[in-house]
C-alpha cells in the first residue's frame, strides 16, 4: 500500500483479446514475484513482449496464476474483458 510520502497506486491491467486466445498484460510497475514466474514458468512460445504497449502478451492458460501473483503485488487488479471493465480487487 501507498505510504504517506508516496500516494501512487501500483495497477494490473489485464485485457482478454479477441482471440480468446491470449491476453495483454501491463502494469504501472515492476513485481519481482510477477517478473520472476514470467521468465521463469511461462515458455517462449507462449509469451511475447509488445515494446510499443509495453506489456506482456501471455496465453490465456497462464490467466489464473497471472492474477493471483497481480492480487498479492499490487494495489488495484483491473481485467478488461471486452463488454466492461472489472475490479479484481472486489471479487
Not at 500516494?7 to 501491463?26: E, G, H, P, R
Not at 494495489?75 to 480487487?89: A, K, M, R, T
Amino acid at each position: 500500500m501507498a505510504v504517506a510520502g508516496d500516494m501512487s497506486l501500483s495497477i494490473a491491467n489485464i485485457s482478454s483479446l479477441t482471440s480468446k486466445v491470449d491476453f495483454l498484460l501491463q502494469v504501472s510497475k515492476k513485481s519481482r514475484k510477477l517478473d520472476y514466474f514470467i521468465k521463469r514458468n511461462i515458455p517462449a512460445s507462449e509469451k511475447s513482449w509488445l515494446s510499443d504497449l509495453k506489456s506482456w502478451k501471455l496465453k490465456s492458460k497462464w490467466l489464473l496464476k497471472v492474477s493471483d501473483i497481480c492480487l498479492k503485488d499490487y494495489d488495484q487488479v483491473f481485467f478488461d474483458c471486452g463488454e466492461e471493465l472489472l475490479d479484481l480487487n472486489d471479487s
